[in-house]
């Protein structure tokens, strides 16, 4: 159905419910509410968001989780293996004792490794995602608001953090940093590794972000809503946090949901080359980066972390999608 | 003769999250070659739906189309896309609202034209084919056609872009043309030279014409007869000396007192309809104008339960769907309508 | 200022804008008051300029050149600081009621913002003044929760009236408001905005495409062409007396209801040449059935004739009541 | 247009700067000696700081990076230890692979070309199909399945594929070859066997976004008045998608396709470490690994330069889809 | 829109179904012999010098050997060349003065490669040595190999330009470390160094300041490859050197492919260890150990006459041994590598803690960690099994898994709090993830500080480096105790920084056990080098002996002779050939 302007009444009719007075309630569902109704009348947004609630609820619980499992993230069972290292008994030495097996050579228990690993990961993931959502958000509001040398500058910073190649900065910064901040002796807390890990994809992440909100804000900018509030006197921060910033929250949203499993894999890439935390940390990324050699020797050590960060990954990207298709009913259906 | 366009009770419903829209629900008309039908309606009254399902636009996985749609002797309804498609642009053209998104930004002017051209007459020449959609493009009055065939559609000026848009509609000189509020988006002296352009053309190519719009003043000017709808059915039709000169339904009063004028009193308030049309998902029961008709009361209370059909009026071919009893409308008319609101 | 001053007045103004192809005229050189409680209608095609105008009365656009003067004060290139204490008196209604209305603002939120921005507390309260206003511009005042989307068209219109009206302007410039509307919807707003004017003594700037609206809320009128005024007067001398060819075009273009068939009309040529490089001497001479040599030589100044109200910016205007067309020769 | 190009051009030439000169510093901090690896067992101090000297490392910062520049504009003298005269382009010589950096470029660039353009071809062709069939039953079958496979490869990880992959096709199927590279002009069907699988892991994971974008593109598209138009012209369903809709859609796509394939060229580390292939981005990282500082600027400025390209072509390119964009 | 999400984790699951059948491992596998004993011996009797080499049975002229390795050889000139790759390639396109015999089971005998005998102590004081050039050694181009050309590449060595060789024989000749400021080669290219000189043709004579008994050691490594003055390079050598062996190279493709031919002026007669059996060898470079040593396993094509040079991963250890068909195809051998947990003898000068570290140590852990026995070989000496008169012992005993009761009775109690220092590379971080987790069973409190992988060594090689603990090897460049001892454990040597000391022990009773050694006749040295290894781990247990290298090496079905080098625990290819 057309929706031109003059004829474009009926869907916004749709719910109104008659002119004056009205029975029925009179405070009305707003946008976010809406949107709420949309995801919960979406199985795959009920399944993925369900899948998503668990692993935040394990990785929150993971004392918890070792308390009642008894083994440490860092208990080592080498007793376990054979003389090569490789664990003894069935599939990666899965047991009652250790659902997901042994790690081949140290030894240690994958299963608990794991709820570590996803309380790392999420964490890293999720606070870079926010950091980048924050950064993006201001550069690029300010930019697409102001425009004029501010929308230049700003655009000439994300070419250039584009045109930075990431993994090979990431990969130099890593020990400058760490020499940086702390003594030759000093213990590198995992803290630092993973505050590290933060700091260089939120300096490299807001990019995206910032491209979004501009294009958005400069959208928005020449909506009428906008030059009503100009023309009422509202000053930058009213015309920023009140006006504009309400009306991007969906592109923000989804760009969150999808930047949360990017960062999760982004971790795993830099563990790939030997960027990241250290051996002490578990975290998806350097599990995952250690068993692929065992990809013929102990299949299992490949399969429960791979499984496991496809999963998590796998569910945010289904929940970014159903969360985009109820922010925006239109896009798809 | 035998109406080229005739249409019999022909129902559009697309279903949707909230429950199924009704946007057009028992539409009758017929239009010969070389006349005009005017439908007339504000938003959501079905019209531009209407238009649509004449040329089998809708998505089926969507729409549901029901009724009979007959051009020139070809039931459209139902048929294979296949063949449906050979009718459109050959036997039956359309001329969308706003030119501008309507022609592709990406393709030369003339370029679309003479693909509309080539899809009907494949074994046509190149040089031939270009002599005549050149042809045609001067013939709708662009200027330089020769030059303009080349140019894309931003490089057009609103009407330019609109007449390009007729050119490519008459190009294989169809039958029946379909013109979906033609110039609504243009400036009223270029609204005016399009409309002109339409008349004669069709005067040319004895088209029949089913014009769209929500303007009664453009209605008036090119129609022969007028259907007008509300809420995705006709609630009067007629000739257009009929419908417009002694309007029948209390809709139709309102919709033409509320127009203001260039005559009348500009002292005076102008006559408005109370309320707002009903939304497609949640049509009032009865007569869907109930709500908003100052004469419903006098219709003993059939207005809200039952459904009005469209009946004769006064003169032979004036029907019109209302409850309201002949003399009761009759002296309202009279009072209400003449006296106040088009005092003219 | 005392009371015989207008509260707007606008001499030369002018705005161009740069874009890549050079310089775009939007307006260029208005000259035109408006007095407290009086209603002017900028009339016009797309392009000719009238909505750049709106937006630079209330400041939304930096003129290029002239000067405004509203209530006595120069706000030509006032700051935001400097416009402060004015902004609660100069206020704009939009054309479309969806975008201008922010989505994610509940109504209540909307029409109380001009307040918020400008600190301005009314007396029993925000909520209170808002209501009153809802229910002045025929809301439900019990709707002040609700969100844009569960409106119609006409209703958002009010809405868009209504955070117009909070801090208590005494001009409103209304940027079409009611073409975007129904038939049915904008007899409403129409009947609405003219008893508002009628009952809170508002001047407006009522800026519209459609002359039959103007007509019906203005009494003064301006009709635009290329940036410039070709001719202003009092509506009932510009409806019943039209001198500027162009005038007399549009009138005669308008479709009217009343009027069955097309016959007895007069046509424009061609289309609104490109404001990027207007045409010499009268900007009208290209489409006008009337023009000479002088035309192109020489531009016509807005001149008053026979003493009456009206200005008219032509080298040959024309007189007499429309449908009687005398030819080119002045009278 | 040309205005625009030479802005565009001066922008770019800006950005280059900023990253050469981002990087001489940033390497510059790096906790490590270039020259230590010059002699791996007993060495002692007073000849490390003769070659230091010698090399140039105890000038001034400004200098040293004048001296870089220079070289690559007109070219410089490096002395005996750096392989002697260095014509420009001079990138430097680097003390770990014991050769003229220009000369490492020369090598590992075809690598990396013939790994990411084979690949983008094939990921973009997969993406815009899968987004296509979907785009034109969405809700079916076939929409459901193209989108199960896009999320799928979006969720999965290179080195994760690529490892299956290798130990599937390779290592027990024996299909193929151990992935390695060969040059086109040397033997193109080694060539093609031995990145294949490369292609085919970045292809399954990229189209993911080509896919979800693509579909996205072509279902708003197809509400345009315009696919109406062509539509009601009587044009059949090829040539209202393939024709009408396809090219109005593609501009998304050609955008993000640009920022991926620079950055792709820039350096596909992962991918080249999975397949054991030593391309651009491996060569960078063992150059960081290593200190190398005159291979780490050569690839980080031939990263941005591809970037920054990529970024001009799809402006380009826009001009050549998008005839509105030409008046500008 | 969007597939059933369970729909999808069952693909995720067949997908993994396919990755493996699922098996019992109940741990049996072969065992490797590591306690493998040494010999070896300076030859004597000038026939032992003399070529051709004895053939190698069933070995036949023809075929190209593969030899696939990940990281480029990045120069070929035989004067700057000490990485094992190079040590092992050279032989094939350089001769040296002296040259070791292995049969690749610790048979070691040195003998005369170019000269007739490996060298004339002529004073019997080893400050003056002599070497007779044998007849017959030509170049590539035919030319006679001379004194001159030897005494030329060993003068060109003293170009500070030429970096990354051995600098035994510049310091020694020059008698100081700065040895390129001693004697500048740049300005006097058509000299010698001082105390080498060429009395005639044949003759090349060495003059040393001090006694150095191990010069025919030294004159083994590819420092003494001849070249002529007009063919010298300079840094450009490293493509294109000049052979003087029974290969040269013909194509030299920079990080991608090293191409080795027949060298026709080579002569099989004058080469005592050398063979000519391929048409050629092909290095090629880039593949990862894990992709080098499964293209040779599936021994397609080509690849049945390749040989991975790198050793099987750990991560393939189980799969390579556990597979009966691939036992003729590997080659299994103890290496001269001898790792420590180095202790920085400056910071803990407890020698009770540092023998409770001795004590705790789970060396079986450990090697469970890197991967096996065939991957690692635990040791208890401070020389590795594969030095010439290596006597076995444990100082410490501590069982398998290390004594955690006998180590936390020497801490009395206390917890040392000690910084280990370990490179950031995966490999090294697990080891330091197993070390601390074991020393802390045994009641000491570790650190880990991560270095950079590729500054780790550069770092542990300064004087006043920050750390407790790290991880070190050491190979020797010749399988005597002269080399190892001294080097390591002399306190006199240490420096600011590019200390091999880094265990940073400095014991005057030690080091003048050193000079007293040093200066006895090589053959007499074994037996007291083996001596005072004990001694010293016994007196003050420096450092903390891990295990030795395990060489692991699959080849192709075609390849035949090859061993693992007695002497550098890298594959040796002079015996190389490939089967029909």
Known sequence: ?333 | MDPYLRVDDLRVSFGTADGTVRAVDGVSFAVPRGRTLGVVGESGSGKSVTSLALLGLHDPRRATVTGQITVGGHQLVGRPETEVRRLRGQEMALIFQDPLSALHPYYPVGRQVTEAYRVHHPRAGRAQTRRHVVEMLGRVGIPQPQRRYDQYPHEFSGGMRQRAMIAMALVNGPALLIADEPATALDVTVQAQILDLLADLQAEFDTAIVLISHDLGVVAQVADDVLVMYAGRAVEQGSAEQVLRRPQHPYTWGLLSSVPSLHGDAAVDLAAIPGHPPSLIDVPAGCAFHPRCRYAEHAGGRCRTQRPELTPGGTPGHRMACHLPAVERARRYAEDVVRVGVAR | MTAGDPLLRVRGLTKHFRVRGGLVRAVDGLDFEVRAGETLGLVGESGCGKTTTGRLLVRLLEPTGGRIEFAGQDITHAGRRALRPLRSQLQIIFQDPYASLNPRHTVGRIIAMPLQVNGITPPGGTRARVRELMELVGLNPEHYDRYPHEFSGGQRQRVGIARALAPGPRLVVADEPVSALDVSIQAQVVNLLRRLQRELGLAFVLIAHDLAVVRHFCQRVAVMYLGRIVEIGDRDDIYRRPQHPYTRALLAAVPDVTRLGSAGRIRLAGDLPTPLDPPSGCRFRTRCPNARQRCAEQEPALLRRDGGNQATACHFPQSGPLGVERGGVPA | MLRFLVRRILSAVLTLFAVSVLTFLMFFALPRDPVSGMCPKNCNPERLERVRQELGLRDPLVSQYAGYLKGIVTGRDLGGAQGGRCDAPCLGWSYVNNEAVTDTLARVLPVTLSIVIPAAILWLLLGVGLGMVSALRPGSWWDRAAIGFSLTGASLQLYFVGAVLLLVFVYTLRWLPVPGYTPLSADPLRWASGLVLAWCSLAFLFSAIYARLFRAQMLETLSEDFVRTARAKGLGRTRVYGRHALRAAITPVVTVAGLDVGAALGGTVITETTFGIQGLGRTAVDAVRAGDLPTIMATVLVAAVFVVLANLLVDLLYAVIDPRVRLG | MRPHVATAMGVAVALVATLGACSENTGESATVDTGRQQTGVIATDPKDSLGPAPAVAGARAGGTVTVIRETPISHLDPQRTYSFVGLMVSPLFARFLTTWKDDGEGNLVLVGDLAETPGTDVNDDCKVWEFTIKDGVKFEDGRPVTAKEIGYGIARSFDPDLTGGPTYLQEWLADTPQYDTAWDFRANRNALPPGLSTPDEKTLRFEFAKPRCDLPFAVSLPTTAPLPPDRDTGINLGHAPFSSGPYRVSRYQAGVEVVLERNEHWDAATDPVRHQYPDRFVWTFGSTPDAAVNRVIADNGTDQSALSWDYVPASLVSRVAGDAGLRSRTVLSPTPSANQLLINNQRVTDLRVRQALNYAIDRQGLVKVLGGQHVAAPMSTLMPSATIGHQPYDAYPAGPNGDLDKARELLGGQTPELVLGAADSSAEQRQATQLKGNLERAGFRITIRNIPADAKLDEIKRKDNPWDLYLGSWAADWPSGASILPVLYDGRSIKATGNSNQAYFDDPAINAEFDRILALPPAEQAAEWAELDERIMREHAPVVPLYVDVAYLVHGSKVGGVFVSSVFGYPSFVNAHVKP
């Open chain 1, 1 to 333: 159905m057309s929706l031109s302007p003059v004829d474009g009444a009926a869907p916004a009719e749709i719910g109104a419910s008659g002119s004056a007075g009205g029975a029925g309630p009179v405070v009305g569902r707003s946008p976010g509410q809406l949107t709420w109704m949309r995801l919960r009348r979406d199985r795959t947004a009920q399944v993925s968001g369900a899948m998503l609630v668990l692993f935040v609820l394990v990785a929150l619980a993971a004392p918890l989780i070792e308390l009642a499992y008894g083994i440490g993230p860092r208990d080592q069972f080498q007793g376990k293996l054979d003389g090569a290292g490789m664990p003894l008994g069935y599939a990666g030495g899965v047991s009652g004792e250790h659902f997901f097996g042994l790690e081949p050579g140290l030894g240690r228990d994958i299963f608990i490794r794991l709820v570590y690993g996803l309380r790392t990961s999420l964490f890293i993931a999720g606070t870079a995602a926010v950091l980048t959502a924050a950064i993006g958000v201001v550069l690029g509001a300010l930019a697409g608001y102001l425009g004029g040398w501010l929308d230049a500058v700003v655009n000439w910073l994300t070419d250039l953090t584009l045109a930075m190649p990431f993994l090979v900065i990431a990969l130099a910064l890593t020990p400058t940093l760490t020499l940086r901040f702390y003594g030759q002796r000093d213990a590198v807390p995992p803290a630092f590794g993973v505050g590290v890990l933060i700091a260089i994809f939120a300096g490299f992440g807001w990019t995206s972000t910032a491209r979004l909100v501009r294009g958005q804000v400069i959208a928005l900018r020449e909506r009428e809503f906008v030059a009503a509030a100009r023309a009422s006197g509202a000053g930058l921060g009213h015309m920023l946090f009140r006006q504009l910033l309400p009306n991007i929250w969906a592109p923000i949203l989804v760009s969150f949901s999808l930047a949360v499993p990017q960062f999760v894999t982004g971790e795993a890439a830099l563990s790939f080359i030997g960027v990241g935390l250290t051996e002490d940390t578990p975290s998806f990324g350097r599990m995952i980066y250690q068993s692929l050699d065992y990809l013929q020797t102990d299949p299992a050590f490949v399969f429960f972390p791979g499984a496991t960060i496809f999963a998590l990954v796998f569910a945010f990207n289904l929940f970014g999608d159903a969360l985009r298709d109820a922010l925006d009913p239109k896009s798809s259906r």
